[in-house]
């Protein structure tokens, strides 16, 4: 059956594919199935593999570092997805009936640090955030506030949301534009006759911007769960996963294990449990905020 | 009743805080620039002191001792081509997987998504091995070509969908008219995708100026290091110079502050149509 004016025979259709096709399977596809083979064998990246079978994926699930890298991560996903999310559908909903010219404006400042690199956002944050001359202390201390000059990437009880809070600086903005164009693409009749019936602005935003959100609020959650579990550059530029595996995550222990200890078999497995928790994530998501917007491409 | 009056005093209020939020996002930038002119005496006055006279010879200083002209060409060589081989690979896929059929089409587009979901944290050790045996460690390749592939899912699916979106019947019309597909594609399609092919460069150049886990693994010459990465070596040398540390950060982020000035609308169009996809 033809698809278009344009279908050809099905050799010469594959010549349009073919390349794109052979550069994702040389350096994407493939090394995803040979991490997937890696993972179940102990190799140190000189020797002969040899075969272990799930052995590493035992090993990991005995593993107390693993399960602390796993519970910081979950923490993290408060400032990574919680945080952005209900700031920026605050946000959204009191920027959008401002005008234009003002909301261009505010949503062009908000939005700056996420075309960032996340690695150079590490090392300014721990600038920032530097206990003897970093700015944030200074801060704290000209406003009298100098009793909570901590220093804040040595701390163990502190060190998690300080790393969450440049993740949640870094995503906000992003999800504020993401949903003022979704509030901007629900038919204002809505709101005109929500204002008609007397609704104050509370209970219009739960009833009605809320619910017509969804699609997006799935789109957000989506990104930043993901963002979440891939969470590398930041936090090692900012603390390498400590002090005393504080802020180890499953990449961060990843590159300890394969990078710096050559067990490349064990590592290649946290990467695949990485990838298998992000399916499963993401099918949760899709199940559970569900998608009215099954037409949409 | 006062209510209107309560309404508008009500959003003032509210419009004092949403600029002090977006004040207070911008100040780590604002810091930035502020200290990267600053001397090392001045650094010690404190954060927020401005300094007796603007020191722009820390730019200098990064430039050429913190090697940032060497991580800035090296960005650019590796941006160019990632940029122009993945819009063109993205255009011949996106035109197959839009109006061609082919076996295996639902497959193929199922491990196509797959590399917009796995990350590549998940599959750098195999990667690693791969340019290692082909020579490639310390090569502007080993930079060049894994970029192109992980571009290449959301190439294809971007412009894919906007070619739908074209008009079938200009299409039947040129066929009609007896020309060939690749002569269609480069005179009627590409035209047409130009504002489509303008977004996807400026996502590409974005997400590729700022890649840290492949240059960081791929390359540990200082040679063919990338802004990212070199302010991350750079950091290590120079952990007691703020001044030029900050300078250098600044290199780093301006071209992209510049790109985003230019092309905010565009950008954010194309971020809200990629991303509810």
Known sequence: MKRSALDGSQQTNFIYLLPGLLFYAAFVFGPIIAALGLSLTSWDGLSMPKWVGLGNYVDLFSDSRFYIALRNNAELMIFYCVLPLVLGITLAACVWNLKQREQLALRTFLFLPYIMPTAVLGIIWAWLYNPAFGPFNQFLRAVGLGAFALPWLGDFNFVLPAVGIVATWYFFGFCMVIFLTGIQRIDPSLFDAAKVDGASARKTFFWITLPLLLPEIRVVLLLTVIASIKSFDLIFTMTRGGPANATLVPNIYMYQLGFELNRFGAAAAIAIVGAVLTFIINFAIHRLVGSQNKGRA | ?277
């Open chain 2, 1 to 277: 009743m006062s209510r209107w009056s309560n309404i508008s005093a009500g959003t003032l209020f509210l419009r004092l805080v949403l600029w002090l939020l977006a004040f207070v996002t911008i100040t780590p930038f604002l810091l930035l620039l502020l200290t990267s002119i600053k001397s090392k005496a001045d650094v010690l006055q404190g954060a927020f002191a401005l300094p007796a006279y603007p020191h722009f010879e820390n730019y200098l200083a990064a430039w050429n001792a913190g090697h940032f002209n060497i991580y800035f060409w090296n960005s650019i060589i590796v941006v160019i081509p990632v940029v122009a081989a993945s819009v063109f690979l993205g255009l011949l896929t996106g035109f197959a997987f839009a109006y061609l059929s082919f076996p295996f089409r639902r497959t193929l587009f199922a491990i196509l998504t797959l590399g917009m979901m796995v990350p590549a944290e998940a599959f750098i050790i195999p990667l690693y091995y791969e340019m290692r045996y082909l020579g490639l460690i310390n090569t502007y390749a080993a930079l060049i070509l894994p970029q192109i592939a992980m571009s290449i899912p959301f190439s294809t699916i971007f412009l894919a969908s906007a070619m739908q979106q074209l008009p079938e019947e200009v299409l039947e019309a040129a066929v009609l008219d007896g020309a060939g597909r690749f002569h269609i594609l480069r005179k009627i399609v590409v035209p047409l995708m130009v504002p489509a092919m303008s977004t996807l460069a400026l996502f590409l150049f974005i997400w590729t100026w700022n890649e840290f886990l492949i240059p960081f693994i791929l390359v540990n010459d200082d040679d063919y290091r990338t802004l990212p990465l070199g302010m991350l070596f750079f950091q290590g040398r120079y952990t007691v110079n703020t001044p030029v540390l900050t300078a250098g950060a600044v290199i780093v982020i301006f071209p992209l502050i510049v790109t985003y000035l230019i092309f905010q609308r565009r950008f954010i169009a194309g971020l809200t149509a990629g991303a509810t996809k």
